[in-house]
């Protein structure tokens, strides 16, 4: 029976990464290993009764730039390469704490990787997951509250899969979503194509709440250099748009002094007030 494992760098996850590690480890995923990114609170207590979930620092891995913005690129070749050398593991997937491996029914992980144990990774495409009308965090965990599909922002149509890598096989990954070789369950090598929804994807849990969304750019960071803003949440969640003006203005006194998180639609303006400019 082949065995995988996921790979994944966390900042400040513990409200849920509990829940999504206990998913993949129900769906046959025989270890996690998580690296905590620079400036993160600690992991580790969350996990001290689960052996199968190692919580790291990249700094520990060897990774000791907290600078540089290819640190996760840097992590997942260099765990791709000890997975090689070890012999341990068949498979590695590079996902992160809201992204949920899912299934058609009829299909599992063992089905999957002998179907395609032959090619060198596997594209797993995002379906995302708004807010759900939550504005404040819901009680409970990401997949009971967070139902309903929603629309993935424009500028991440190119970036809207994350790669299952054959370890044996693959040598290298391209960048942090696409490893070498990779296709998609249609046997696509092209990984702009079109997303598909058949045998396995991710539930991408985008947004979470707005209270959820808010914390992510203001407390944890991006763990990219493709700075997310707040409005990302309204094209997510084009049934909050209404709202737009209202919640953005609620939060006016979070890093008024700098307004990156801020897109050119929206803009703080002395007295606080909110000013709608045309792109």
Wanted: glycine fraction near 6%.
């Amino acid at each position: 029976m082949m065995r995988t494992v996921i790979c994944a760098i966390i900042k400040n996850e513990e409200r849920y990464v509990r829940e999504w590690a206990e998913y993949h480890l129900g769906i046959g995923v025989s270890r996690i290993f998580l690296f905590e990114d620079y400036g993160s609170r600690s992991h580790v207590s969350l996990f001290e009764d689960e052996p199968r979930v190692t919580v790291s620092t990249l700094e520990a891995f060897g990774i000791k730039d907290h600078h540089n913005t290819r640190n996760q690129f840097t992590l997942y070749n260099k765990f791709l390469q000890k997975c090689k050398k070890d012999g341990e593991y068949d498979w590695v997937a590079f996902i992160d704490a809201d992204e949920f491996v899912t299934f058609s029914d009829g299909y599992d992980l063992a089905g999957i990787e002998e179907e395609y144990k032959d090619i060198p990774a596997l594209l797993m495409s995002w379906k995302n997951y708004g807010a759900n009308g939550h504005i404040k965090r819901p009680d409970g965990g990401v997949l009971e509250n967070y139902t309903k599909p929603s629309r993935v922002v424009e500028s991440d149509m190119q970036w809207c899969k994350k790669s299952l890598v054959n370890i044996k096989m693959c040598n290298c990954m391209k960048n942090i979503h696409i490893a070498e070789g990779a296709i998609d369950v249609n046997g696509n090598h092209n990984e702009h194509s079109c997303l598909v929804y058949k045998k396995i994807w991710i539930r991408h849990f985008f947004t979470k709440s707005w209270e959820d969304f808010c914390e992510r750019i203001f407390e944890r960071g991006n763990m990219s250099n493709n700075f997310r803003t707040l409005d990302n949440f309204f094209k997510c969640n084009p049934d909050m748009a209404h709202m737009d003006e209202e919640l953005i203005y609620s939060v006016r006194h979070r890093h008024c002094k700098n307004t990156m998180w801020l897109s050119k639609k929206y803009k703080l303006i002395s007295g606080g007030n909110i000013k709608r400019q045309s792109r």
